[in-house]
């Protein structure tokens, strides 16, 4: 068969690459071809075959198309709204952070394109809120759309199940939520991408379960007030400070705290020794700082008191390793691109929207796991059931 050159604009090829955060040599394998060879296309002096534009454009989250347009689209705005660990200042992003939300964008322009193929609505994300709202009153109404009750939130028995079942009723109430990896932690822990339509939450997989739950709860928040990356610096820290309340509250609701036995008969006194802390994490399933700082908000603790525990768990937060680990392609698959992605790919499958080639390139899978793909999400909620 003769070759095939692809006709391409070059700085296209360049632009990419750079918004996937991959190095030439990075791209080079993906293609194969040596990394020479790519700077040059990039540059140029040489062409692509067609099926080596196929393979970059799996590798950069880019549809085919892109590379023939006639000049470079207006850039993605930056995305500012990262939670990260604290003290952490703002700086540029890293590659693999550049990648991370190109993939979330690019996850999400998929989903909307299986819809449509479907003949099915995107299920509507309707919650809204503002700042000026009380924050506990917020995390009352999350509560009940998202329907995790007080005895299903006790009866977890690990940090993943509180992780899997709080992402799942998220999900079902028409927002996505994927897990990047490969970023380090103290850059980001989360974002989320505001739109009318499929608005997207990421959370770091190298983060702790119960740090990733906070996490969704945040940039949910985030989503509800309609923001986006383009706020000053001022209404940042404004926005910040309210989404970690009504995460908080969220998680470990006023009422349900207050009425804990172990908070009665401690009264509000401003000392509280760590196994008591730990106690009550393990049975909200959050983090011990989170509970000192809902003590606080409710009058059971000291300004001074958080602020000291507070210090005490982030020292621990740095000099402990990151989440993280070998796992199965197929669990790997369902934990980073979610249960509500997953399903709509393999629905677009069985009723012959896409190809194998297109399941294979959009769960990041060999064709081969796909039964346990498919066991892992069979006894998922329908998407925007009751």
């Not at 006709?7 to 990394?35: H, N, Q």
């Not at 540029?92 to 993939?103: F, G, K, V």
């Not at 739109?195 to 739950?213: S, W």
């Not at 199965?328 to 691109?337: F, R, W």
Request: charged share 30%; aromatic share 8%; glycine share 6%.
């Amino acid at each position: 068969m003769a070759r095939q050159d692809a006709f391409v604009r070059p700085e296209l090829l360049a632009l990419a690459r750079e918004e996937a955060g991959l190095t030439i040599e990075d791209a080079a394998k993906k293609v194969p071809v040596k990394p020479e060879r790519l700077l040059a296309c990039e540059q140029g002096d040489r062409r692509l075959t067609v099926n080596q534009l196929r393979a970059l454009s799996r590798a950069y989250k880019r549809p085919l198309a892109f590379f023939f347009l006639p000049g470079p689209p207006p850039r993605s705005v930056s995305l500012r709204d990262f939670r990260r660990a604290p003290g952490e200042p703002q700086r540029s992003e890293s590659p693999r952070l550049r990648y991370e939300i190109r993939r979330a964008r690019y996850r999400r322009q998929v989903s909307l394109h299986l819809f449509e193929d479907l003949g099915e609505d995107p299920p509507p994300f309707n919650p809204v809120t503002t700042t000026a709202e009380d924050p506990e009153t917020v995390a009352t109404e999350i509560r009940e759309f998202l329907g995790v009750g007080r005895e299903e939130q006790y009866d977890f028995t690990d940090g993943y199940k509180a992780l899997n079942r709080w992402r799942d009723a998220i999900e079902q109430c028409g927002e996505m939520v994927f897990q990047a990896s490969g970023v380090e932690r103290s850059e980001m822990r989360g974002f989320s991408i505001s739109e009318p339509v499929l608005p997207t939450i990421v959370t770091n997989v190298k983060d702790v379960p119960q740090a990733r739950v906070f996490t969704m709860i945040h940039e949910l928040t985030h989503v509800m007030l309609r923001a986006g990356g383009l706020c000053g610096l001022e209404e940042a820290q404004d926005v910040e400070v309210f989404c970690n309340r009504v995460a908080g509250a969220t998680l470990v609701p006023r009422e349900w705290l207050i009425n804990e036995h172990l908070v009665r008969t401690h009264g509000p006194r401003p000392q509280w020794d760590e196994h008591q802390i730990r106690t009550l994490a393990r049975r909200y399933h959050v983090s011990r700082e989170v509970v000192v700082r809902r003590l606080f908000i409710v009058g059971y603790a000291t300004q001074d008191f958080y602020q000291r525990k507070r210090d005490e768990y982030q020292r621990e937060f740095e000099s402990r390793g990151e989440e993280g680990g070998f796992a199965a392609p197929d669990v790997k698959a369902v934990s980073q691109a979610g249960r509500m992605f997953v399903r709509l790919v393999l629905d677009s499958y069985h009723q012959d929207k896409i190809t194998t080639s297109d399941v294979s390139e959009y769960l990041e899978v060999r064709l081969k796991h796909l039964p346990s793909i498919e066991k892992a999400v069979a006894n998922t909620p329908e998407i925007g059931a009751a």
